[in-house]
């Protein structure tokens, strides 16, 4: 299993990115997706949550309205664009893969800052 995140970068507060996690080594319409992000000195958090058929999605309140999940199983990519982003948004963000019995994958990791 390989998940490799990209698309993170330097921001101003107010602009955009879109983040990209490019999976391999499982079958990737059958699994739901999560992002993650995690802040200097704080735990990592769960941000967006997608299923596997796109049919229901989730997110932590201090995103809602700002970010969107996604994902293309025919590219089994899942996306995380984020929108109207805040100096609270800067972190690491993570992409995972949780199977059935709890053994999960997680990505290298992003990082996305967002300066005034």
């Known amino acids: 299993v390989q998940l490799v995140e990209s698309g993170g970068g330097s921001v101003r507060t107010g602009g955009s990115l879109r983040l990209s996690c490019a999976a391999s080594?499982?079958?990737?319409?059958?699994?739901?997706m999560t992002w993650y992000r995690q802040a200097t000195g704080k735990e990592r958090e769960l941000v967006a949550h997608?299923?596997?058929?796109?049919?229901?999605?989730y997110y932590t309140d201090s995103v809602k309205g700002r970010f969107t999940i996604s994902r293309d199983n025919a590219k089994n990519t899942v996306y995380l664009q984020m929108n109207s982003l805040k100096s609270e948004d800067t972190a690491v963000y993570y992409c995972?893969?949780?199977?059935?019995?709890?053994?999960?994958?997680w990505g290298q990791g992003t990082q996305v800052t967002v300066s005034s």
């Open positions: 995972n893969v949780k199977f059935l019995g709890g053994l999960q994958y």
């Open positions: 080594g499982f079958t990737f319409r059958g699994y739901a």
């Open positions: 997608i299923t596997s058929d796109s049919d229901s999605t």
